[in-house]
């Protein structure tokens, strides 16, 4: 058993519990960060990518417009590396009540979120594709935001304070003497070593997890309720702007521009367990039906990838317990001193990544103030690592820096443009790494091919760099493809089923996968939620989860049963973004 000694512990690496990890740290407490999976893999890496100016709540939730206006300026100057700033527009479509438009502006003003209306001839020069026949149009900050790079980057600057974040190490006991936490016990996934914890305090960061941390420690279930929603990745940009439905919060009445595709989203329906997220195809397409409300012929281009994501929201009693799309998006910190009788545990629920900084804030001066060593708060100041030159991302970077070194490092992902060399780079810092961990930090498998053609180099590359064996090459190899297809079927249709039927192919008539030797479990999956269709699990089933054939009627048999045996053996993968 390794036994460790830290001030606090938090639990859950996603964007909160990251910025909590650096709060922490920048105060002068030696803090580490438990995770049962990588960094962003639950609720930060599956949503949509938007980067919230406010408007989106400047009616159904006030309080979180203003913290959403606040942050997204402050994001975008402490890690503009991982912001777009697309700038966004709320339109009011012909079935929509162009008196709403009065209402947003009205809740604009209110909540100070920058808001201004604009001519529908202007709306249209800046996005052609837009629904011509739109009544009205706002122009707000909207942007879009990587998951992802927030977190690494929060990350880096935690630790230039001495702040740990400890990835893969599940949390299976929060340790207590009836009145104080004294600590918590985890056990290393990678290794199954168990690690004991000694520490003064317990920040539970865990989303819609947090209720499962609580029972471990003893504790009654906190009012955290997982609201599921789905998103649809399209093939490539169909705007350049945020595109809003200027309505009332509803399911599909977002697009938004993220890397190199645009997203829509989404749907919201409580659910009784966040590692168990459906796609169901029906919600497929009825994110395609309003896609075609903002942008006409929406239907027609291709869609890529569909993913589902839950909501960490706090059960509010003026809604009912089924109605997650009407709860608050707005924070809450639970004391457990004061709820429980235990010192020493908080508990944090709601908000969205835009508003992750702020809720790190108030949880930790919450911690402070129970501590009675108060510090000030200096994340909105400090640009973290990696982006103090204070550029904003753009799509194009990484074309101009593969024309620059084209002739030193062969592109092994033509869809999202990643060369050898920087495969190499990430298989040297992480070795250990599955092939969704290299995703998660390069994109590759993340274009239309699905990585129909960059994993089988990407294996082929770590066994000649000896970071991995055959067997375990092929056994990661396996598993990325299987989470790949989990977020396919659903949506499959035209261009995308002739794409995944190359793939099978590839991979089952070039490489004949199915029978290369490869362990039973080469990683550990915890967060990969079963999958949505049965008869994916059952590896002796011969019938593949082909879609609707009314719904996407140029789905053939012929198609879909080629891939059959790509289907065999799914089991629980995570759908995060793309």
């Excluded at 992750?356 to 108060?374: C, K, S």
């Amino acid at each position: 058993m390794k036994r460790l000694q830290t001030d606090v512990v938090v639990i859950g690496g996603g964007s909160t519990g990251i910025g909590v990890l650096r709060d922490c740290a920048m105060r002068g407490y030696r803090t580490i960060l438990l995770d049962r999976a990588d960094l962003a893999q639950g609720t930060s890496g599956r949503f949509h990518g938007l980067l919230h100016s406010g408007g989106r709540y400047v009616v159904s939730d006030p309080e979180s417009a203003t913290e959403c206006a606040s942050e997204n300026a402050i994001l975008t100057r402490i890690q503009p590396e991982a912001v777009e700033r697309t700038g966004g527009l709320f339109v009011v479509t012909d079935k929509d009540d162009p008196q709403f438009g009065d209402r947003f502006l009205a809740g604009a003003a209110v909540t100070g979120v920058p808001a201004e209306e604009i001519t529908v001839a202007q709306a249209l020069a800046r996005e052609p594709r837009l629904n011509p026949a739109i009544q009205r149009a706002f122009a707000v900050q909207d942007g879009t935001v990587d998951g992802w790079q927030i977190a690494w980057t929060a990350t880096a600057s935690a630790r230039q304070y001495g702040g740990q974040a400890l990835t893969y190490h599940e949390v299976t006991q929060v340790h207590h003497d009836g009145s104080q936490v004294t600590g918590v016990t985890a056990t290393d996934l990678k290794t199954g070593e168990t690690v004991s914890i000694d520490c003064h305090f317990v920040l539970n960061c865990a989303g819609p997890w947090a209720g499962r941390i609580t029972h471990m420690a003893g504790l009654p279930p906190v009012a955290v309720v997982p609201g599921r929603g789905i998103m649809v990745a399209m093939s490539h940009r169909l705007v350049n702007t945020v595109i809003n439905r200027c309505i009332y919060p509803a399911d599909g009445d977002i697009i938004v521009p993220i890397h190199t595709v645009c997203v829509i989203g989404t749907t919201d329906h409580k659910v009784t367990d966040p590692d168990h997220l459906e796609i169901p195809r029906q919600e497929v397409q009825q994110m395609l039906d309003a896609g075609e409300d903002l942008i006409p012929g929406f239907r027609q281009a291709r869609a890529v990838h569909a993913w589902a994501g839950a909501r960490p929201l706090i059960k509010d009693d003026r809604v009912a317990a089924s109605d997650t799309r009407h709860m608050s998006r707005g924070m809450a910190v639970i004391d457990h001193s004061t709820r429980d009788g235990v010192h020493g545990m908080l508990t944090i629920g709601g908000g969205k990544l835009t508003t992750y900084r702020l809720m790190a804030e108030h949880i930790v001066d919450a911690m402070e103030e129970q501590l009675g060593t108060p510090h000030p708060c200096r994340t909105a100041e400090e640009i973290c690592p990696g982006n103090e030159a204070g550029h904003n991302y753009l799509i194009t970077h990484r074309l101009k820096q593969r024309e620059a070194d084209r002739m030193e490092s062969p592109i092994i992902c033509e869809c999202e443009l990643v060369n050898r060399s920087m495969l190499v780079q990430l298989l040297t810092e992480q070795p250990q790494a599955s092939f969704d961990d290299l995703r998660r930090q390069l994109r590759i498998g993340m274009g239309p091919c699905q990585g129909g053609f960059c994993t089988s180099r990407v294996a082929g590359i770590a066994h000649e760099q000896q970071v991995i064996d055959e067997a375990r090459a092929t056994g990661l190899l396996k598993l990325f493809l299987e989470h790949r297809w989990i977020g396919l079927w659903p949506i499959l249709n035209g261009d995308q089923v002739r794409q995944t039927a190359l793939d099978n192919w590839i991979m089952e008539g070039t490489l004949d996968i199915a029978h290369l030797p490869s362990p039973d479990d080469v990683e550990p999956d915890p967060l990969a939620p079963m999958s949505p269709d049965p008869r994916t699990t059952d590896p002796t089933s011969t019938t593949s989860p082909s879609p609707d054939p009314t719904a996407n009627p140029e789905v053939s048999s012929r198609s879909t049963t080629t891939t059959n045996r790509r289907a065999r053996g799914t089991r629980a993968a995570s759908k995060e973004t793309k």
